[in-house]
Structure formats: C-alpha cells, structure tokens
C-alpha cells in the first residue's frame, strides 16, 4: 500500500516554478533547512528524508539549528507534517502576484490552519450508537464480542510506534493522542444519521462504515493532483474521509478509529513498517475487548480483485493482531 513518505516524495518530483528569499544572509531559517536563502521543494524533500532517518532511531548528521528551521509548525518535533507545510508555502509563494505582501511562513501556517477549522457544534445525542435490545448474535462470534462490549465513549486515541527499529528497541512505544474533537463527534453523527437504521447492531454500524471508507474514499496522491494531501493535511480524520473524502492510511484508519472511540471501545493506532527491511509505512488500529486486542484495516481499492474475493482490509481479526500488533 502507497503510504504518506513515499507519496509526498512522488509530490516533490513534480516541478514548480519559482522560489522566493528566505534567508539570503546564509545559515538555517525557519523552513529553508539547506540554507540556500530560499524556501522549496527542495526542503521539504529534505525534511522527509531527515523525518525518515530519525524515525529509525538511527543517528542523523542534522545539527540543533537546523532541526529547529525545519520544525515549522512549531511543535516540537520535524515530520512529514512539516514537510507538507513546507511544500504549501512553496506553493503559496509560486502563485503570489509580484505586488502581493508575503506572510512569514509561520503566519502563513497559523491562517491555513485557521481557515481549515471550522467551527464546533457539540452534537445533542450520540446517534453512532444502536439502540438497546438489538440481537447481539451468537456467543463466541466476533459479532457477538463486538455487540457485547463494555463501552466507554472517549475523545483520546493513543498511538504506537511498534516499528521493529525504533528507538525503543522495537518494542511498542507512546507517540501521541489523536483526539476526537466536538465538531468531529457532528461529523459522525451526521453520518449516521444518514446511513445507520435502527435494525443495525453497532457491530453492523462498523462493518458499515468500515465498508463505506474503502469504497468511497480517494487515495491521496498525485495521481489526484499534486495538492491532493496538501488538501487534508490540516484536517482530522474525520474531516478528510467524511467530509473531502480524500485520505492515505493514516486518514483511512483513523477516520474508522475515531468512529470507534466515540462509540467507546478501546481503540489505539500503530504505526508500523509495512515492508521488508524497514521499508513502506503504515497505520492501522487496533480495538482491546475484554483483554484481546483486535486488528482492523480499511485502505484504498486499488488492490482489490474481486474474481478472486482478495482485498486488503479486515475486521476485528485476532491472529493479524498477533502477527502486527500489541499484546494485552
């Protein structure tokens, strides 16, 4: 599966005219990390393959300066989100009439993602959820272990890096929390207004969902536009499946993550190598029931074949979380 590292490498090759002054005295400034006086593509390709160095835990030849310079959006860390931000305000720079006042970069980010937040509405009822009463299935079913869950609906997604070389030795480590934002629980009441009936038992509102993501969501790379992810960076998962219907595996699997975290089961994302030799990033989640952690995939459709029933997604299934995952 095409993941974010590769596709915004495949962004980077696309030429764009044009590049405006940033630090033209010499040395690292904010977003020109090769010191060459201008901020670019040329950077942001730069802090990937920085990005991709560091999340190995290997050694990287970056000094203190010029990680800082590259840690555009301020916080704290230099990824491929600053990456994305860099290639942005390239953009933004390439297109401004010649008359026009430049913002600073970190202006520039503060506005974008200010125009890309819309406002909240808390919702007045969790509408995700399936009324009571409903047949929950056969004891020992994965339906039936779904159905008979105890909920806790909760705003915090914690992820793993379980990556066989990171700086943990390989073994699962804390990243951050994804939060389920107020205007993110509309969005998913939303659709479950529009989609889930009352006959539906929450196991068949994720089947449905998870269904839903994989074929009606976009793979975000440049065959969309070399702007695709550019579109959904800033935004939640969320926002990105349900509203732009645009995502990578990130987007994907956090969009199903976040529906079942508002609903209240015990989710968590992993980050993950998805190839030999530490190679092709990945996120999936993952769901704790009752002790056993449970493995969920919903990705793009362009490895489907359905004369043959193959395709690269599953639902709450054990053995794949013994093979990728943590162990409760």
């Known amino acids: 599966m095409k993941k974010l590292i590769s596709a915004v490498f495949a962004v980077l090759s696309i030429a764009v005219m044009g590049a405006f002054s ?3 005295s010499g040395g690292y400034s904010v977003g020109d990390v090769n010191g060459d006086g201008v901020v670019d593509s040329s950077d942001a390709s730069a802090v990937l393959e920085y990005y991709s160095v560091a999340s190995t835990g290997k050694p990287s030849d970056w000094d203190a300066e010029r990680i800082s310079a590259g840690d555009v959006d301020s916080d704290g860390k230099t990824d491929s989100s600053d990456a994305s931000y860099i290639l942005a305000y390239y953009s933004y720079l390439s297109t401004l009439p010649s008359d026009a006042e430049i913002l600073p970069i970190g202006e520039f980010i503060s506005n974008k993602n200010a125009d890309k937040t819309p406002p909240t509405e808390s919702p007045d009822k969790n509408y995700v959820l399936a009324p009571e009463g409903l047949d929950p299935g ?42 389920v934002t107020e205007n993110d629980k509309k969005i998913l009441n939303d659709f479950a207004k529009e989609h889930f009936t009352d006959d539906m038992t929450n196991y068949d509102r994720l089947k449905y969902t998870w269904e839903w993501l994989h074929f009606n969501i976009t793979y975000a790379d440049s065959s969309q536009g070399w702007n695709s992810y550019d579109k959904i960076m800033n935004l939640s998962f969320v926002q990105a499946c349900f509203e732009e219907k645009l995502g990578q595996c990130i987007q994907y699997n956090g969009a199903f993550a976040e529906m079942m975290a508002y609903m209240g089961y015990d989710v968590y994302m992993l980050e993950k190598w998805n190839g030999a030799n530490f190679t092709n990033q990945h996120f999936i989640s993952e769901v704790n029931i009752n002790g056993l952690g449970y493995s969920t995939e919903v990705g793009e459709t362009s490895y489907d074949n359905p004369s043959t029933g193959y395709y690269w997604m599953w639902l709450f299934d054990h053995n794949r979380q013994l093979f990728f995952g943590l162990e409760n």
Not at 139 to 167: F, R, S
Request: proline share 9%.
């Open 22 to 24: 940033a630090n033209a």
């Open 138 to 179: 056969e004891p020992g079913t994965i339906q039936y272990i779904v159905n008979t869950a105890e909920l806790t609906p909760h705003d915090e997604i914690p992820l793993y890096n379980i990556k066989g070389d990171n700086d943990n030795g390989g073994k699962p480590m804390f990243v951050r929390n994804y939060t």
